[in-house]
């Protein structure tokens, strides 16, 4: 144990859950905050009892106006110093915008953004007081791509990483870090909470492993790294929307969040293939040719 505490929000599934592992390999003390009361306390009596740490278990429901209030409160009155933050936490709902749930929508810039800033304002208030202390925002390659049939969720990203980057340079001063960590797909529940388990994008893409996206954040957490994009094929997808216009990475990006049809996938592939067959022959011939009328010269 090395007596700090981290604070870990959508501890129970997925990202969160990988991250609290990897805290808990540390020593950290934990404290796990989702709305699964039973998850929760059953990651809490694994990771307590292989590496001898302490687990404290908030269930909230950070949809709730007040939540990250809760949670700032009950850790002052149990006298829990939180060393390093993860606002890990997310929702999203898929659909167009004109027919998507507004309920929904609202939850999830609640979560995505509203307790994110709140829980931030509270703990590095204390981060600053000290001197010391350590943010993790999860952010996404989205933060920089708009996206089509998930309108809210990629804004409340974009929200994320321009709040992060303001505060690294307005806590440049002091030796407080913020990292934000910039996933691409991954395979965890978030598709399925977010009704888009039948999309190109999760369907028919690579998608990333929830334990390698989180010891990418960790590491770059813990280097004080400002922004960790996880992945090199997102790494070249950040890059990429640095450089192309809005309208055609959105246009590439609704092409992935539609429908995945298999027949019109595969009929897509053929054609494209045959497209490179074609155009691979044509070069071949080109130069067969290029040889042939060098030989006659000679």
């Not at 110093?81 to 659909?95: F, P, W």
């Not at 989180?214 to 790294?225: H, I, K, T």
């Not at 992935?256 to 490179?276: G, S, W």
């Amino acid at each position: 144990m090395n007596g700090k505490t981290a604070l870990i929000t959508g501890a129970s599934s997925g990202f969160g859950r990988e991250f609290a592992k990897l805290f808990a390999q540390d020593g950290y003390n934990l404290v796990l905050v989702a709305r699964q009361q039973e998850v929760l306390q059953q990651l809490s009596d694994e990771l307590t009892q292989a590496h001898g740490i302490n687990a404290t278990v908030l269930a909230k429901d950070l949809a709730q106006p007040d939540a990250a209030d809760q949670i700032y409160l009950e850790c002052q009155q149990q006298g829990i110093q939180v060393d390093v933050l993860v606002n890990d936490a997310g929702l999203s709902e898929y659909g167009k915008f004109v027919e998507s749930d507004l309920r929904k929508e609202l939850d999830t810039i609640q979560v995505n953004v509203t307790s994110l800033v709140y829980l931030t304002k509270l703990f590095l208030r204390d981060m600053v007081a000290r001197n010391e202390g350590k943010i993790l925002q999860l952010g996404s390659t989205l933060s920089l791509i708009p996206t089509p049939l998930m309108a809210v969720y990629g804004a409340t990203k974009a929200f994320v990483l321009s709040f992060t980057e303001a505060l690294q340079n307005e806590l440049n001063d002091t030796n407080v870090t913020l990292t934000i960590l910039m996933p691409g797909a991954a395979d965890t529940d978030f598709f399925n909470k977010a009704g888009a388990e039948d999309t190109k994008v999760y369907q028919d893409t690579k998608l990333s492993k929830p334990e390698d996206v989180a010891r990418d954040g960790y590491e770059g957490l813990m280097s004080g790294v400002p922004r960790v994009v996880s992945g090199f094929k997102n790494k070249v997808q950040a890059v990429g929307a640095g450089m192309l216009p809005g309208s055609l990475m959105a246009a590439a990006m609704r092409d992935l969040m539609e429908p995945y049809d298999p027949d019109a996938e595969r009929k897509k592939k053929i054609t494209q293939y045959t497209i490179a067959g074609v155009v691979a022959a044509g070069v071949l011939t080109w130069l067969a040719l290029g040889r042939n009328r060098r030989s006659d010269w000679n």
